[in-house]
């Protein structure tokens, strides 16, 4: 069974770095691209960026292009959220997701989603 | 940019069939995926291009798209449909992809 666990939640100062992570298991790592998300407290869904294991290569979504760092470490199937300058607006949960794709691209499954709370 | 536009809520009575637009233009173009999300949850896949369903999800839930909307059903509602529910594109040409603003089921 395909399983996203992401790390625990989060308390940071305005300012600091962070890195969150993503460990995904069940299936062949480098064959699927993962996709990061973020959800503002009482928002809705954004699109972060995706990841593809196999080249290490990422596509971001112009609103999170310098913002943030997308990366994988392939040893351990795991996929990183990364900031250097942290801000109170980053507060949020962010979901890792692995795409699947038929006719279309879709998220499934999701991680549980990692609390940011930046103070 | 390409936006996706759903209304913010739906309300229904147990047993009657709830409806969710996903407006976009041209949007019968593209595959649609919903999802949905529970209050402290997250998302889970329930409808997949356009109108498949992932193991697991009732056969009340349905799907289709065309034109300018996709439309998410739920029939004979019960109270654990009680969700948020989005609707998602991928945009090829450009490699985006877009969620819905999301809609609000009230049972």
């Known amino acids: 069974e395909v399983h996203l666990v992401q790390s625990g939640a989060e308390v940071k100062e305005a300012g600091q770095s962070l890195q969150i992570s993503c460990k995904a298991s069940?299936?062949?790592?480098?064959?699927?691209?993962i996709a990061w998300v973020r959800q503002r407290p009482g928002q809705g869904l954004e699109w972060m960026g995706v990841i593809y294991p196999h080249d290490s290569g990422v596509t971001y979504s112009p609103s999170f292009e310098g913002q943030v760092t997308i990366s994988v470490d392939n040893s351990i199937t795991t996929a990183y959220l990364q900031w250097a300058n942290l801000k109170t607006s980053d507060s949020a949960v962010y979901y890792c997701?692995?795409?699947?794709?038929?006719?279309?691209?879709?998220?499934?499954?999701w991680g549980q989603g990692t609390l940011v709370s930046v103070s | 940019s390409y936006v996706v536009t759903q209304p913010p809520s739906v309300s229904v009575a147990p047993g009657q069939t709830a409806t969710i637009a996903c407006e976009g233009d041209?949007?019968?173009?593209?595959?649609v995926h919903w999802y949905q999300q529970k209050p402290g949850q997250a998302p889970v896949l329930v409808v997949y291009d356009d109108d498949a369903r992932p193991t697991g999800t009732p056969e009340r839930f349905s799907g289709s798209n065309s034109g300018n909307t996709a439309t998410l059903t739920i029939t004979s509602v019960e109270a654990d449909d009680e969700a948020d529910y989005y609707c998602?594109?991928?945009?090829?040409?450009?490699?985006?992809?877009?969620f819905g603003s999301g809609t609000k089921v009230t049972v």
């Open positions: 997701a692995r795409l699947q794709m038929k006719r279309g691209v879709r998220f499934d499954p």
């Open positions: 041209n949007i019968g173009s593209t595959p």
């Open positions: 998602q594109v991928w945009i090829s040409s450009i490699d985006r992809y877009v």
């Open positions: 069940g299936y062949h790592f480098f064959s699927y691209y």
